[in-house]
């Protein structure tokens, strides 16, 4: 009997073990870590709430969160209204969309610092060939990843290059809709737009509240790419100081959260700091997704 | 036993439980212990080092070399290894033996930490005379007083100018002084017919290649730190000096015209380096470069020269710093790794074959004056700014380069024109660093 109770713990434990060990430990240890200050080498030492409070007076901080929240804003929703286009584009191919999707999911493929090194030299301004190309239709290209102004976007271009990972799933939900709802809306007398939008997008709508959830918590932590496109285009890629002296270039607009975490912690030996920085992306993550999770069942009624 | 306590001492006690208890919660220094002189060295001892493939090879020689005059010392070598792994491991109770970084970075935080040991009785016991060693390199392998790491070769910075491109702008010798480099820059500087840059002279902006702050300080004799570690760059005239002459150059530019010249630049470490390539006239960079010329670009004409200076008496000095070692506070056997280590780091004939190898700078007085030693003469150029006075480092402390990069954050505002009162702006960045450093250790 006792055996018997025990039997779906022991198929759950796993699981469960991975969840404390690699989870639950971790948070924990995360959360106590950031109330003290602490450099991995000596005793950490307890600063109660003084690295939060130093938070909100650390200006490279405060331009880490504009820049992150720049991203936030300008790639998720290009990313989800790029793929589902893709994705409706190539249900309507007739032909060769099986060619077509496997080019458009190409890019997914690469790795994140491969893409962004191969970007960057595409994409560099008197070497690249798109500016070189640009030229000869007569447009002065921008300097792309060496221009403040640029950086963000070349990095946004780059995000919507790779967005082949998104588009699978979209165009998954998208062959999901029932022929049956299209044919009904199509007797009724709606054209392509109302099609889309009564029955196309209510439809895909938990897929894109998926995609909103996993794409803000993905650009929260944005980093490989930013630290990458920075490195490559300051020219000094192999730099004795190591990797964060080019963190940000140019004039710190690539410069995300998660890089100054990385600097403070490993570079300037604050890891309590980092650890409260960590606490709080965590809280904010939690608290976007509680938020979407909740407008969504408003928006589509439903309860459960 | 509840005896009542007078008032007044109610609080020494508290105040003596409080001590008991900080005291219980840090952990009480390890007594060092070393062995008595003459005690014969045996074991195994494990190095951690950063270098790779040719460099890497270079290191096993030096090791057999060790090996071989030391058989009862067994040297494993783990190559590739980075500072954050090394902290990790030591932070974690089993560091490395003896490690080997290419940043004086770590120094502070490894010295004030206590992750790697003093090294002070050993040099006692074994009568090491370390006035052997350039000052310069004495003073960023210590911090706080205490010795924690030795010097395992140098980089030195000065100048490299291109001696084809100064003949034509008929330019005879290499600028002295800060002036004269700017008045060098502009003449050797071509522009296209729409104003763009075709040719820097001398490329000012303090993101390019090695122009960082602490490489060019010694220009103005710069001071970054105050006597009791705090930022000394609001204070320290020499800065103002600096940024005031930078800005003037890049201003004559157009700071969109170099970003724009610079975007079309070519990698720092590769066949395309700027100066190499001749679109740059004139480069800070260190002796490492000589042998990328020789290697990428062996037909260039090339001289190099001291650092150019604001004041002609300080001139012939430039920017030092170099690679590190220490003994790990975990060590298993640090006996031996001192041992190994006084091999690196203090026996002139390994300086030697080790400076030939990587083409660094020798640390020792006696390896720099060993005939063994291969000098070419731009090599000696560099030998000659490691020797002067007026050369400077940056100083260890135990946030790492956090002074360096906040202020480097500085600057790059400064040069594009965001900062306007230099005074108000230098003000602040002191105030910056000072907040930044408190962060870490």
């Known amino acids: ?304 | 036993m509840n005896k009542r306590i007078p008032p007044a001492r109610k609080s020494l006690v508290a105040a003596a439980t409080a001590l008991l208890l900080t005291a219980a919660c840090t952990p009480a220094p390890k007594e060092q212990k070393i062995a008595d002189p003459g005690t014969e060295v045996s074991g195994t001892v494990e190095l951690w080092h950063f270098f790779t493939e040719r460099e890497a090879a270079a290191i096993d020689t030096v090791i057999k070399d060790f090996t071989a005059t030391h058989p009862n010392i067994k040297v494993t070598v783990k190559p590739g290894q980075d500072d954050s792994k090394m902290t990790q491991a030591i932070g974690a109770g089993n560091g490395p033996d003896i490690g080997l970084s290419y940043s004086t970075d770590i120094v502070g935080k490894f010295c004030s930490s206590g992750a790697w040991v003093d090294l002070a009785p050993y040099i006692a016991r074994d009568k090491v005379d370390l006035n052997r060693l350039n000052a310069t390199t004495r003073s960023y392998t210590e911090f706080g007083g205490k010795r924690c790491a030795m010097p395992f070769l140098a980089d030195a910075y000065g100048m490299f100018y291109n001696k084809d491109l100064f003949a034509a702008a008929g330019i005879a010798a290499p600028p002295k002084t800060l002036d004269e480099l700017a008045e060098d820059a502009k003449k050797l500087t071509v522009r296209n017919k729409d104003g763009s840059l075709k040719r820097v002279g001398f490329l000012p902006l303090f993101d390019f290649y090695e122009n960082a702050a602490a490489h060019l300080a010694p220009a103005v004799g710069a001071k970054w730190l105050t006597a009791d570690g705090k930022s000394a760059v609001g204070a320290d005239p020499a800065w103002k000096t600096l940024l005031t002459w930078q800005k003037n150059l890049v201003d004559w530019y157009g700071y969109d015209n170099l970003q724009k010249f610079r975007a079309g630049l070519g990698d720092e470490f590769s066949a395309d380096n700027a100066f190499q390539k001749g679109q740059v006239a004139i480069n800070v960079d260190a002796e490492y470069r000589l042998a990328f010329v020789k290697d990428q670009a062996p037909n260039l004409k090339y001289g190099v020269a001291p650092l150019p200076t604001s004041d002609p008496a300080r001139y012939g000095g430039g920017y030092v710093t170099g690679n590190i070692v220490g003994i790990s506070k975990n060590a298993k056997n640090p006996e031996a790794a001192w041992e190994l280590i006084k091999y690196l780091t203090t026996d002139d004939k390994t300086i030697v074959k080790l400076a030939n190898a990587l083409k660094n700078v020798p640390t020792t007085t006696g390896a720099i004056g060993d005939p063994g030693l291969q000098v070419e003469p731009e090599f000696k150029t560099f030998m000659d700014i490691f020797a002067n006075p007026n050369s400077l480092t940056s100083p260890p402390a135990a946030s790492g380069p956090a002074y360096q990069e906040t202020f480097g954050t500085f600057v790059t505002n400064w040069q594009s024109g965001k900062v306007k009162d230099l005074d108000a702006g230098l003000a602040d960045a002191d105030k910056q660093i000072n907040s930044v450093m408190t962060l870490g250790g």
């Open chain 1, 1 to 304: 009997m006792r055996l018997r109770r025990l039997t779906p713990w022991t198929f759950l434990a796993p699981a469960l073990i991975g969840i404390v060990v690699f989870f639950g430990y971790p948070l924990l240890s995360a959360v106590y870590f950031s109330f003290t200050k602490f450099d991995l080498l000596t005793v950490p030492e307890w600063v109660g709430l003084a690295n939060y409070r130093r938070m909100g007076e650390d200006p490279y901080l405060l331009q880490s969160i504009r820049n992150t929240l720049w991203m936030v804003a300008v790639l998720v929703p290009l990313r989800i209204v790029g793929a589902i286009g893709l994705s409706l584009l190539l249900t309507q191919l007739r032909r060769g969309a099986g060619f077509f999707r496997t080019i458009f999911y190409l890019p997914a493929l690469a790795p994140p610092v491969a893409a962004t090194i191969a970007f960057v030299y595409l994409l560099k301004p008197g070497t690249g060939p798109v500016n070189a190309f640009l030229a000869r239709l007569g447009i002065e290209g921008p300097l792309w990843f060496n221009s403040p102004d640029w950086s963000k976007p070349s990095l946004v271009l780059l995000g919507l290059w790779g967005i082949g990972d998104l588009m699978i799933i979209f165009l998954a939900a998208v062959l999901g809709v029932p022929a049956s709802l299209y044919e009904a809306a199509a007797l009724d007398g709606a054209n392509a737009w109302h099609r889309f939008r009564y029955v196309t997008l209510p439809t895909i709508q938990p897929v894109i509240l998926f995609a909103t959830v996993t794409g803000v918590i993905y650009t929260l932590q944005y980093f490989d790419q930013a630290a990458v496109a920075g490195s490559i285009a300051s020219g000094q890629a192999v730099t004795g100081g190591g990797i964060s002296s080019s963190f940000g270039f140019p004039e710190g607009s690539t410069f995300t959260y998660p890089l100054w975490l990385y600097t403070v912690g490993f570079r300037y030996n604050a890891l309590g700091y980092a650890n409260a920085m960590a606490v709080a992306l965590f809280v904010v993550a939690l608290a976007v997704t509680v938020i979407l999770l909740r407008r969504a069942k408003a928006f589509s009624g439903e309860e459960q």
